[in-house]
């Protein structure tokens, strides 16, 4: 069974920095890409950053770029976002995810992510 | 254009069709992914490709695509299947992720 299990998330001040960790299992995740993606709670989803299978190739959304880095560790299959200057507008929940089909196919539970002073 | 629009709100009668619509030019290259969202879950990827349904999506979900424009329809609408669905493709470059605003689906 697919799982994916994001962990690191809470309450930071602006400026700050945080790092999410998502935990893969039940699949070859050296053989997958992987996505961010965020969520402001009562509105859409909005794509934060992907990561090739190997971790040699990575993009970034406008709002992010600059600030936060996406980094993969397949041999404890894992994935990471790194968040540096936080800002308010950064509060969210985060997903990961696992690109396939062109597509996000699984998806993790989410984890808060809140920005204030 | 980079963005995928679709109606912000639809609604069905319990057992009828309805059809969820996305639009944006990355569809002409790329088939949209499908997503249902309920109140305080994760999203549930339902439909991907030309018009196919992960394991464990009931077949009253379909999808089309033509030119710019992908849809989702759903044949005999059910309580369970009211919640917010979302399309999404990669862009142009094919490194990035577009998600479109997201339809809220009301099943009467």
């Known amino acids: 069974e697919v799982q994916l299990v994001e962990s690191g998330g809470g309450l930071v001040q602006p400026g700050g920095s945080l790092r999410l960790s998502c935990a893969a299992s039940?699949?070859?995740?050296?053989?997958?890409?992987m996505h961010w993606v965020r969520q402001v709670p009562g509105k859409g989803l909005v794509w934060v950053s992907r990561?090739?299978?190997?971790?040699?190739?990575?993009t970034y959304g406008d709002s992010v770029r600059g600030r936060f880095t996406i980094s993969r560790d397949n041999a404890k299959n894992t994935l990471y976002l790194q968040m540096n200057s936080l800002r308010v507008e950064d509060t969210a929940v985060y997903y990961c995810?696992?690109?396939?089909?062109?597509?996000?196919?699984?998806w993790g539970q989410g984890t808060l992510v809140a920005v204030s002073s | 254009s980079s963005e995928l629009t679709q109606d912000p709100a639809v609604s069905v009668a319990l057992g009828q069709t309805v059809r969820i619509t996305c639009q944006g030019d990355s569809l002409r290259n790329y088939y949209a992914g499908w997503l249902q969202q309920k109140p305080g879950q994760a999203p549930v990827l339902v439909m991907y490709g030309r018009n196919n349904r992960p394991s464990g999506i009931p077949d009253r979900f379909s999808g089309s695509s033509s030119g710019n424009t992908a849809s989702l329809t759903i044949t005999g609408a059910q309580a369970e299947d009211e919640a917010d669905y979302y399309c999404h493709s990669r862009d142009s470059s094919g490194y990035h992720l577009l998600f479109a605003g997201g339809t809220k689906l009301t099943v009467l």
């Open positions: 995810g696992r690109d396939r089909y062109d597509s996000v196919d699984y």
């Open positions: 039940g699949f070859t995740f050296s053989g997958y890409w």
């Open positions: 990561i090739d299978s190997d971790g040699s190739s990575t």
